[in-house]
């Protein structure tokens, strides 16, 4: 029998109207335009994720590796078990939670960071398995959904202009342009390479994102070749990165080995910190992963679905617990290794107009994956600027959803408004999901439609004033 004959019969290519050339060129596609979470992954993470003794390249490769292979493994889950042309990796947004929010302002050890992100993919899988995470997707309000994507975009877009040096903090105005913009070679050289990855991006050039950071780092080598330090005042070659003119853990002996594919020091790291819980603080860590997570894959699964014309009548994807399985797998080996949520990609999308159709899109993802790894130890010397630029274009690609909006409608408006606002505002991704949940049922009953509300959403309303005042009473410590 033949390889496409083969491929033909595991992934039913003739009844989804597809075939092999297709279903390869959209995998390859789908890979190269989510494919710059092998750089901003570890870019953001290695900020929070820092294990005693191991200098700052060796922690950047090391969660480039577990990246990698907690995208392979959900992909290739995708791919066989849910049969769905979808790619997954850690989320953007999610990565953000959990380095700024769980460990940068509640100060949790990222090994019971990590712990929290495996207890999430376990119950996730418990759920999936018995229908009852699906319930709870549906039961989220639309306008809270729809909203979700612009606010972690705006989030994202503050992180990289920041990092960029595009902005600057200001004691008047919080956040203000910088004032030395124009002498700064760090800034210079990141917006010269975000116009040139928005303009690859728009001119519809597969893996402009990439070719976006690749460009931009070259030309920061080149500044800094020619007497421009384009580096970070806080970042020098060689990866030593410094605090106020001091290394970081200064009592502890630095290990550079960037060579090296050994992620021992990151897997298994969550065992120590299920030894390090606090009951409830944890509980609440738990709870806010599990619903930020619930809205990135709800979010993402029914946007791909509708491009590829999978969902029903109703506006719901057929068989929605397969590659939610996959989702959950993904998160619980991702989180066992030493990384963050794993979710569904938006980029899937872009394979999906390339015409895949079937799990053979996601197995090609996933191996390209697993064959990127020889090129890790090269992702370690992609300066932060370069590949924070990414966030600044994927926030926004993902402003897109705000068109679905019904802004004349205000039990729409004002719920997805607060979403949108509080989000970036208040640096919070779940600040941003509990404004507009908590909204929801209040501007609901105000115009008499209190009726159209139903008992769960009330429900997530509650719960969610629970975890405002649990956060920001003291509770936590």
Do not use: C
């Not at 207890?119 to 398995?129: D, P």
């Not at 639309?142 to 990092?163: D, N, R, S, T």
Request: charged share 10%; no cysteine; aromatic share 10%.
């Amino acid at each position: 029998m033949a390889v496409g004959d083969t491929l033909n019969d595991v992934f039913d290519l003739d009844e989804h109207d597809t075939n092999v050339r297709t279903e390869l060129l959209a995998g390859l596609t789908t890979f190269l335009t989510m494919s710059y979470i092998v750089v901003v992954n570890p870019t953001i993470l290695s900020t929070a994720i820092q294990p005693a003794g191991i200098g700052p390249d060796r922690t950047f490769q090391m969660i480039a590796v577990v990246t990698i292979i907690a995208a392979a493994v959900a992909t290739m889950v995708m791919a066989f078990y849910a049969n769905r042309p979808f790619g997954q990796a850690p989320g953007l947004g999610l990565n953000a939670f959990f380095a700024f929010t769980v460990v940068g302002a509640l100060g949790v050890d990222w090994q019971t960071a990590l712990a929290a992100v495996v207890v999430e993919g376990i119950v996730f899988i418990a759920l999936t398995a018995v229908g009852a995470r699906e319930y709870v997707i549906r039961l989220f309000p639309e306008p809270v959904k729809l909203a979700v994507g612009a606010g972690i975009g705006l989030f994202l877009a503050i992180i990289g202009l920041e990092e960029m040096r595009v902005v600057a903090g200001d004691p008047a105005t919080f956040l203000t342009f910088s004032p030395v913009f124009a002498s700064d070679p760090v800034a210079v050289v990141s917006v010269i390479g975000l116009f040139v990855t928005l303009a690859l991006y728009a001119r519809g050039v597969r893996g402009s994102v990439v070719l976006g950071i690749v460009l931009t780092s070259i030309m920061g080598y080149a500044a800094s070749a020619l007497g421009f330090s384009a580096f970070p005042a806080d970042e020098v070659p060689g990866g030593v990165i410094l605090k106020d003119n001091i290394p970081l853990a200064p009592d502890v002996p630095i290990v550079y080995d960037a060579a090296s594919y050994n992620i021992a020091p990151l897997a298994g790291a969550f065992v120590d910190g299920l030894g390090n819980v606090e009951a409830f603080s944890f509980a609440l860590i738990v709870f806010t992963f599990f619903f930020v997570d619930f809205f990135d894959t709800a979010g993402t699964l029914t946007g791909v679905s509708q491009i590829a014309g999978f969902l029903d009548e109703e506006g719901n994807l057929p068989d929605m617990d397969k590659p939610l399985m996959a989702d959950a797998v993904g998160t619980t080996v991702g989180g066992m290794l030493g990384t963050s949520t794993v979710t569904t990609y938006i980029e899937s999308a872009t394979g999906v107009e390339e015409g895949g159709r079937t799990g053979l899109t996601a197995l090609v993802v996933s191996l390209l994956f697993l064959a990127s790894l020889a090129v890790v130890p090269l992702a370690a010397a992609v300066p932060t600027y370069a590949s924070h630029l990414v966030l600044v274009v994927i926030g926004i690609v993902m402003l897109q959803n705000v068109v679905e909006i019904a802004w004349q409608d205000y039990t729409y408006a004002i719920p997805a408004g607060l979403t949108i606002i509080v989000m970036p505002f208040t640096f919070s991704i779940a600040y941003g999901i509990a404004a507009g949940i908590i909204s929801y049922p209040i501007v609901k009953a105000a115009q008499d439609d209190w009726r159209d509300v139903r008992p769960g959403q009330w429900v997530l309303a509650a719960l969610f004033v629970v975890y405002f005042f649990v956060r920001t009473g003291g509770v936590l410590g």
